[in-house]
Nanobody, 126 residues
Framework: QVQLVESGGGSVQAGGSLILSCVVS??????SGWFRQAPSKDREGVAA????????YYADSVNGRFTVSQDNAKKTVYLQMNNLKPEDTAMYYC?????????????????????WGQGTQVTVSS
C-alpha cells in the first residue's frame, strides 16, 4: 500500500510564496516529481529529481522560482514556490517511483511515475 499525501496548497497573491509537502509511505525510492494541471489543460511537469535530490530538473516556466527537495528521514518531498504568478494556478500533484532515470524529459512524461498523490490546489491572484 503506497500513499502520497500532499499538503500546503492555498491562495496567495502574485509575488507570494508557498511550500508544498508530500509525505510518502509504503514505498522507498530516489525518484520523485511535481506536476500541475489547470482545469482546461494537460498535466505538465514542474520539477523532478533523481538520486534523492542529487539531480534536479525544472520546467522553464518555473526555473529560478521553484525548488524541489526532500527530507529522507521524514520521507517527505517538498516544493518551495517563490514569486508566484497567476499562471501558476493549478492543482499540484506529487509523484514518485519513476521507472526510468529522471531527466528533464521526465517533465513531459508523467506516465513514467508509478505513484501519485491526490493533489493540492494552488491559486494565485493578481
Amino acid at each position: 500500500q503506497v500513499q502520497l499525501v500532499e499538503s500546503g496548497g492555498g491562495s496567495v497573491q502574485a509575488g507570494g510564496s508557498l511550500i508544498l509537502s508530500c509525505v510518502v509511505s509504503g514505498y522507498t525510492g530516489s525518484r520523485s516529481g511535481w506536476f500541475r494541471q489547470a482545469p482546461s489543460k494537460d498535466r505538465e511537469g514542474v520539477a523532478a529529481m533523481d538520486n534523492s535530490g542529487g539531480s534536479t530538473y525544472y520546467a522553464d516556466s518555473v526555473n529560478g522560482r521553484f525548488t524541489v527537495s526532500q527530507d529522507n528521514a521524514k520521507k517527505t518531498v517538498y516544493l518551495q514556490m517563490n514569486n508566484l504568478k497567476p499562471e501558476d494556478t493549478a492543482m499540484y500533484y506529487c509523484a514518485a517511483g519513476s521507472y526510468l532515470p529522471v531527466t528533464k524529459a521526465t517533465l513531459t512524461n508523467p506516465s513514467r511515475f508509478r505513484y501519485w498523490g491526490q493533489g493540492t490546489q494552488v491559486t494565485v491572484s493578481s
